[in-house]
């Protein structure tokens, strides 16, 4: 399984940028995605998730600025991210096959991330 993240790079605030994650190895149509982020000296948190049939859910910081799509013909998840602001900075990854076990919901497969500077 590999899934593999592009798309990030420095944009002033205000600016927008579109990641992609490309997903090879398992049956992407079948699998719950997300986006998450980590920055330095955060904890890492799910930005957004999409459902193998669609349904989506957002952290309320990126509400009205994000879109989180899926496109099964090409293996591809995206990630609109729209009037980025400063506290966007990050590096966000793409997640593959959500799984819920007793330890709380995860997923089974990660990319190795890529990098998005909001900065001025």
């Known amino acids: 399984v590999q899934l593999a993240e592009s798309g990030g790079g420095l944009v002033q605030p205000g600016g927008s940028l579109r990641l992609s994650c490309a997903g090879s190895?398992?049956?992407?149509?079948?699998?719950?995605m997300g986006w998450y982020r980590q920055a330095p000296g955060n904890e890492r948190e799910l930005v957004s998730s999409?459902?193998?049939?669609?349904?989506?859910t957002y952290v309320d910081s990126v509400k009205g600025r994000f879109t989180i799509s899926r496109d099964n013909a090409k293996n591809t998840l995206y990630l609109q991210m729209n009037n980025l602001k400063t506290e966007d900075t990050a590096v966000y990854s793409c997640?593959?096959?959500?799984?819920?076990?007793?330890?709380?919901?995860?997923?089974?497969?990660w990319g190795k991330g890529t990098q998005v500077t909001v900065s001025s």
């Open positions: 190895g398992y049956t992407f149509s079948n699998c719950g």
């Open positions: 997640a593959a096959c959500r799984v819920v076990r007793v330890s709380g919901t995860t997923y089974e497969y």
């Open positions: 999409i459902s193998s049939e669609g349904s989506t």
